[in-house]
Nanobody, 116 residues
Framework: QVQLVESGGGLVQPGGSLRLSCAAS????????MAWYRQAPGKEREFVAI??????NYGDSVKGRFTISRDNAKNTVYLQMNSLKPEDTAVYYC???????????WGQGTQVTVSS
């Protein structure tokens, strides 16, 4: 059984920063990818960022502002979010997946609100 626990969400003013964390626990087999997605009210879930080994990729709306990183020893992925905008307001979800081992897990989500 694998659990993903996100933390770090909250209320921040436009232009501010937040760092999200997602800690994975349980039987985790490599190789795998860890990623962040987000879902705003009334909208579909949107890809934010992904990390796999030394490879990273970002959604167009966050490129240059968000940075994804990973601590493999702690099975934890981070999302550093800078220059936040009101349109970044959403519930942010952590994802852990492996096509090799055929698993796909989601965290419970953490709310990020960008507002003055």
């Amino acid at each position: 059984q694998v659990q993903l626990v996100e933390s770090g969400g909250g209320l921040v003013q436009p232009g501010g920063s937040l760092r999200l964390s997602c800690a994975a626990s349980g039987s985790i087999f490599n190789p795998n990818t860890m990623a962040w997605y987000r879902q705003a009210p009334g909208k579909e879930r949107e890809f934010v960022a992904i990390i796999s080994g030394g490879f990273t990729n970002y959604g167009d709306s966050v490129k240059g502002r968000f940075t994804i990183s990973r601590d493999n020893a702690k099975n934890t992925v981070y999302l550093q979010m800078n220059s936040l905008k009101p349109e970044d307001t959403a519930v942010y979800y952590c994802n852990l997946a492996s096509s090799t081992w055929n698993y796909n897990y989601w965290g419970q989500g953490t709310q990020v609100t960008v507002s003055s």
